[in-house]
């Protein structure tokens, strides 16, 4: 590290708080400094190379450098830098890209609302549940259910329905009303000789359990991303979606299914929802909505959401809730060109096309004696490792082999003792291969050291 006191390193440890970072430690290591990308690329204020293995957080699909994307904000700023959606005031790029998810959407939706993060967007579906819970004469039903290692966000709502230890210990969370149910890692919670599709019945059966439990009366809605990313990237067991979502409909309990990693192609097809064939209620989308150019993200709601939302609106006389970045222009300009260059270039189509490469690949490293397990659909995949020397601390191993990859020109990201791939959508064959090629060096390495 650059220890120099006006360097950039220095200045960073003297005034930046960082995101999910050990912060005494951040002083003695210092950060990372990435100073431009392009492509699948970026390097560091050393000129050094990397492939960003994790598109950035799991969000640049369209890779680093993408010129359109500059020139539509460009072309935005010059017109119209900022206006607000609120009082009955709106703007061209957020009706366009408000018509434009609508169209796209995969089940019927009726009005998207724009929000600046999917923290944002997952909270904001929460306070409509409620208002809706409300709207309908149902003030008892508040619960809201999601899943053990579920990713939602992190403001005080969203980190609550985040199923993951580090985001509420220390922070006084869950709030009340929010449940978790089990994970679907069929890996780390299947019984002794429990084939997958009798665990996806267990997993349902618990929830069925939980909301009796509860009375199904107090269960407003059931938040789940298709493919759990953040939280390890788990993939739905086989029959999973199939039994749990009859139980949603059986107790009429809305179905919000976070699209965040999912949405824009990443599984294969256009949304996670179409993967597996679900039937949100909502949906809550962001990061490759505008390859995280500039913030945006989006709730959609259907029908049966927006009708009694908009009725007590009209009661009180005003949904009194709102962003003043809520569908900022130059985002929306941004995120609009961005789905454009997804659909002219027909990238779900590329996905699929190179899924089949990316998959053997991470499975043939998943086949390393320091592996235990590797799962992924699409462009998106994890491998489990573990070795008994660092069995003592979850998360020691994965975090050398995070080390060992970056050191070797790959970021990626360790859940605990799994390490991420989820990289551009843009990515090439010729580049996955390049890709796993530096995560097998990496774990070679640590392999001969420990
Ligand atoms: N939902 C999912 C599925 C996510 O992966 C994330 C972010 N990793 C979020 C919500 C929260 O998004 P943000 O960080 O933009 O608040």
Redesign the pocket.
Known sequence: MNQLPNSIEARDIAFQLHSYTDARKHEDNGPLVIEKGDGIYVEDNNGKRYIEGMAG??SVAVGFGEKRLVEAATRQMEKLPYYHTFSHRTHGPSVELAEKLISMAPVPMSKAYFTN????A?DTAIKLIWYRSNALGQPERKKIISRVRG????TIA?ASLTGLPNNHRSFDLPIANILHTSSPHYHSMKKDGEIETDFAKRCAQDLEDMIRAEGPETIAAFFA?PVM??GGVVIPPQGYWEAVQPILKKYDILFVA?E??CGFGRTGNMFGTQTYNLEPDMM?L?KGISSSYLPM?ALLVNEKVYGPMADESHKIGVWGHGYTASGHPVAAAVALENLKIIEERDLVGHVRDISPAFLRRLHSLGGHPLARESRGVGLIGAVEFAHEALSATPGALGGKINMAFQEQGLISRNMGDAMAFCPPLIITEKQVNEMFDIAESGIETIAKAL
Do not use: F, K, P, Q
Request: hydrophobic share 30%.
């Open positions: 957080l799991w993060s999917g923290s944002e997952n990713y939602h966000g992190v969203s991303e990313g953040a976070d965040v990693i809550t962001s993200s």
